[in-house]
Nanobody, 131 residues
């Protein structure tokens, strides 16, 4: 059973930066998996933010929502099962609870990670961007 622990988040002004981190533990030893971030604002549907997938050869693929491309960068360590989300030029519309997610599916084409593919959700961390 995979467990996820998130850190980061907080309250910042528009234009500032924040970094979210997530570490996975448990589960198997496979190097083939996807970790990423999905966010949710009250009253709105969950929204894919970014993901990183690793193949068995540890080649990685990153995907981003159009709304964050050029501002957010996802990185990670396949062996450590960690991902970071560096968020720059934050906007008030980025305000949400950000959930780290894990899936044993691998995404190798430009497409968002669907919530139905998520195997494990983190507890969520609040990001608030004031105008």
């Amino acid at each position: 059973q995979v467990q996820l622990v998130e850190s980061g988040g907080g309250l910042v002004q528009a234009g500032a930066s924040l970094k979210l981190s997530c570490a996975a533990s448990g589960g198997g030893t496979s190097s083939r998996y996807t970790m990423g971030w999905i966010r949710q604002t009250p009253g709105k549907e969950r929204e894919f933010v970014a993901s990183r997938s690793w193949t068995a050869s540890r080649t990685f693929y990153s995907n981003y929502a159009d709304s964050v491309k050029g501002r957010f960068t996802i990185s990670g360590d396949n062996a450590q099962k960690t991902v970071d989300l560096q968020m720059n030029s934050l906007k008030p519309e980025d305000t949400a609870v950000y959930y780290c997610v894990f899936s044993d599916r691998v995404i190798t084409t430009p497409q968002p990670m669907d919530a139905s593919a998520v195997k494990t959700w983190g507890q969520g961390t609040q990001v608030t961007v004031s105008s």
